[in-house]
C-alpha cells in the first residue's frame, strides 16, 4: 500500500534554531516527492520538488534531501523565524502506469511552532 | 497575476442541503482536482479532470459531484448524501500529465450548522 509517513506531529522550538522534520515513503514506482507548506487556514505552498536522481534541494533557509534506497526524506529549516509556524506537508507522486498522470500521496503533515 | 481561486473562503450548510464550491484558475493548467482536508489526516483526493467534459472519481468521492464545462472551472458540489461534510476543501490545478506546476487554491471551510 502506498503511504507517506511524517514524525515529529508537532515541533516546538525557539525562534533562530534549527529543525528537521522527517518522512518515510513506500510508494511506488516512485517519480517525485515534495515539500509543502501550509499557513492554518491557507493552501499549500510548494517548498521543494526532487525527482529520484536528485538527493538534496534547497530553498531558501529549507533544504530538502531524499534518499531514494531508504525512500526517506527530510526537510531540514536554518535559523528558524516566527513565521515558520505552520504545518509541512512531504508528498510522493506515483508513477500510474500507461496513463502517465501520477497519483499524489500526502503524508499527515507536522505541525511546527517557533516560539521568540 | 496568475492564480487559482477558491470562494467562498467560509461556507454554512444547513442539514439536507446541496451546496457548491467555486474554483477558478488562469494558469491555463489541463487538470484540476479536489481535495478534503480533515485535522490529523493527509489530503484526500475527491474527484480530478485531466480535460474538459471529463473527470473521475478519488478516493472519496461518494456524497460529492463535480462538472468540467471550462478549462477554467471545476465546481464542487456537497449534496445532502455527504454525511460528514464538515472540512477544509482545497482545489488544485496542474499542467497536464505528470503533476507539473502544481498549485493549491486557499481553501473553504465548509461547517455544518
Known amino acids: 500500500k502506498n503511504q507517506v509517513e511524517q514524525s515529529p506531529q508537532s515541533l516546538i522550538i525557539l525562534e533562530g534554531k534549527n529543525c528537521t522534520l522527517q518522512?518515510?515513503?513506500?510508494?511506488?514506482?516512485?517519480?517525485?516527492l515534495r515539500w509543502y507548506k501550509q499557513d492554518t487556514g491557507r493552501g499549500p505552498v510548494s517548498l521543494t520538488i526532487?525527482?529520484?536522481?536528485?538527493n538534496t534541494k534547497s530553498n531558501g533557509r529549507y533544504t530538502a534531501t531524499l534518499d531514494a534506497d531508504t525512500k526517506q526524506s527530510s526537510l531540514h529549516i536554518t535559523a528558524s523565524q516566527l513565521s515558520d509556524s505552520a504545518s509541512y506537508i512531504c508528498?510522493?507522486?506515483?508513477?500510474?502506469?500507461?496513463?502517465?498522470?501520477?497519483?499524489?500521496?500526502f503524508g499527515q503533515g507536522t505541525t511546527l511552532q517557533v516560539k521568540p | 497575476d496568475g492564480g487559482i481561486t477558491q470562494s467562498p473562503k467560509y461556507l454554512f450548510r444547513k442539514e439536507g442541503q446541496n451546496v457548491t464550491l467555486s474554483c477558478e484558475q488562469n494558469l491555463n493548467h489541463d487538470a484540476m482536482y479536489w481535495y478534503r482536508q480533515d485535522p490529523g489526516q493527509g489530503l484526500r483526493l475527491i474527484y480530478y479532470s485531466q480535460i474538459v467534459n471529463d473527470f473521475q472519481k478519488g478516493d472519496i468521492a461518494e456524497g460529492y459531484s463535480v462538472s468540467r464545462e471550462k478549462k477554467e472551472s471545476f465546481p464542487l458540489t456537497v449534496t445532502s448524501a455527504q454525511k460528514n461534510p464538515t472540512a477544509f476543501y482545497l482545489c488544485?490545478?496542474?499542467?497536464?500529465?505528470?503533476?507539473?506546476?502544481?498549485?493549491f487554491g486557499s481553501g473553504t471551510r465548509l461547517t455544518v450548522v
Open positions: 488544485a490545478s496542474s499542467m497536464g500529465a505528470g503533476n507539473y506546476g502544481y498549485t
Open positions: 508528498v510522493v507522486s506515483a508513477k500510474s502506469g500507461s496513463s502517465n498522470t501520477g497519483k499524489l500521496i
Open positions: 526532487m525527482t529520484f536522481s536528485e
Open positions: 518522512c518515510n515513503y513506500t510508494v511506488s514506482p516512485f517519480s517525485n
